[in-house]
């Protein structure tokens, strides 16, 4: 008899559950799953945020590719992820687009493709993401992904130092790692790229930095270039 009335009183707790859910608009199911989530309790959290990401809310969608990217409450499934990364990124949520960048570039639940990572970091950089940015610089400076580029990479690196100066962002370091390569005529032409990518966007910048440059080269073509810093060194 005690058994039964447990049974019954955990099947009425699951109906005012599912009940209270389906009552709860897009931002009350977010802030919902964030306390099942901060209590270690993933499965009530990655319920609530699949219920939120079918309804096509982007951080909802965002959330569950974390959760199945991390192992959290789910089967770790890196294809999984990237799926949900993608939903998110699509509609334009930037964490979603830098994380699906880094799968990209680590070929996690994807190909492994340097293009695309750089495609995906551009659009959350756009976005004023200081990781994207720094991730975005580091490309241009090795060359993956993008036409290698010391000048962009270093306005990257200067305008993700200036979005978030923590210990935890490299870009300050990397900054100065790039600086060591640099004549002082083009850490200067470095700096007033990275005050155009924060006035005009990191995407608007880039492409009228590359066209200037592209004219200039074409305006001296009976002269030779020696030592062109900007020349592109790899694609891929």
Same mark, same amino acid.
């Given at each position: 008899m005690a058994e039964k009335q447990t049974d019954d009183s955990r099947k009425a707790l699951e109906v005012s559950y599912h009940q209270q859910v389906e009552q709860l608009t897009s931002?009350?199911?977010?802030? +919902?799953?964030?306390? /099942? /989530?901060?209590?270690g309790n993933y499965h009530a959290a990655i319920k609530i945020w699949r219920k939120a990401?079918?309804?096509?809310?982007?951080?909802? #969608?965002?959330?569950?590719?974390?959760? /199945?990217?991390?192992?959290?409450?789910?089967?770790?499934? *890196?294809? #999984?992820?990237?799926?949900?990364f993608r939903k998110a990124a699509d509609q334009g949520f930037a964490q979603?687009?830098?994380?699906?960048?880094?799968? /990209?570039y680590n070929g996690q639940g994807v190909a492994q493709v340097y293009a695309q990572a750089a495609q995906w970091y551009r659009k959350a950089a756009d976005q004023g993401d200081a990781r994207a940015q720094t991730n975005l610089g580091v490309m241009y400076d090795t060359g993956l992904g993008v036409a290698q580029n010391t000048a962009i990479? *270093?306005?990257?690196?200067?305008?993700?130092?200036?979005?978030? +100066? +923590?210990?935890?962002?490299?870009?300050?370091?990397?900054?100065?790692?790039?600086?060591?390569?640099?004549?002082?005529?083009?850490?200067e032409l470095a700096q007033a790229l990275s005050q155009e990518m924060a006035s005009k966007g990191v995407s608007v910048a880039i492409d009228g930095y590359l066209n200037r440059h592209k004219k200039s080269r074409h305006k001296n073509t009976t002269e030779p270039v020696i030592n062109d810093p900007f020349a592109p060194k790899r694609t891929e």
């Open positions: 931002n009350e199911l977010l802030d +919902s799953a964030l306390r /099942y /989530y901060n209590e990401a079918d309804q096509g809310n982007a951080p909802a #969608q965002h959330n569950l590719g974390v959760m /199945y990217d991390t192992g959290l409450g789910v089967a770790q499934d *890196y294809a #999984q992820a990237a799926q949900w979603a687009q830098y994380n699906l960048g880094i799968m /990209y990479a *270093y306005a990257l690196f200067n305008l993700s130092a200036g979005e978030d +100066s +923590s210990s935890e962002n490299l870009a300050t370091e990397a900054r100065r790692i790039a600086a060591t390569a640099m004549p002082e005529t083009q850490i």
